[in-house]
Nanobody, 115 residues
Framework: QVQLVESGGGLVQPGGSLRLSCAASGSFFSISTMGWYRQTPGKQRELVARITGGGRVIYADSVKGRFTISGDAAKKTWYLQMNSLKPEDTGVYYC?????????WGQGTQVTVSS
């Protein structure tokens, strides 16, 4: 049973920074893909950043150059460093683990970018 717990969300002014964390428990495989997604009211959940077991990283165009995904597989903890935040980055951010046995989501953490 995989459980993902996000933390680090909050209220930040435009131009500020936040670091989100995702702590995973349960099974994890070297080929697992870890990702961060976000959702705003009335919109579908969208990919923000994703890292594969082989280290390949993908970012949404809207966050390239501002966000960085990283992680420590041994500690089963993943991070999303968010810099130069904009109001349009506001939303609920979800951690995701995708492996051969399932697709798992955390409960989400709210990020609000506002002055």
């Amino acid at each position: 049973q995989v459980q993902l717990v996000e933390s680090g969300g909050g209220l930040v002014q435009p131009g500020g920074s936040l670091r989100l964390s995702c702590a995973a428990s349960g099974s994890f495989f070297s080929i697992s893909t870890m990702g961060w997604y976000r959702q705003t009211p009335g919109k579908q959940r969208e990919l923000v950043a994703r890292i594969t077991g082989g280290g390949r990283v993908i970012y949404a165009d809207s966050v390239k150059g501002r966000f960085t995904i990283s992680g420590d597989a041994a500690k089963k903890t993943w991070y999303l460093q968010m810099n130069s935040l904009k109001p349009e980055d506001t939303g609920v951010y979800y951690c995701n683990q995708d492996d051969p046995y399932g697709n798992y989501w955390g409960q989400g953490t709210q990020v609000t970018v506002s002055s």
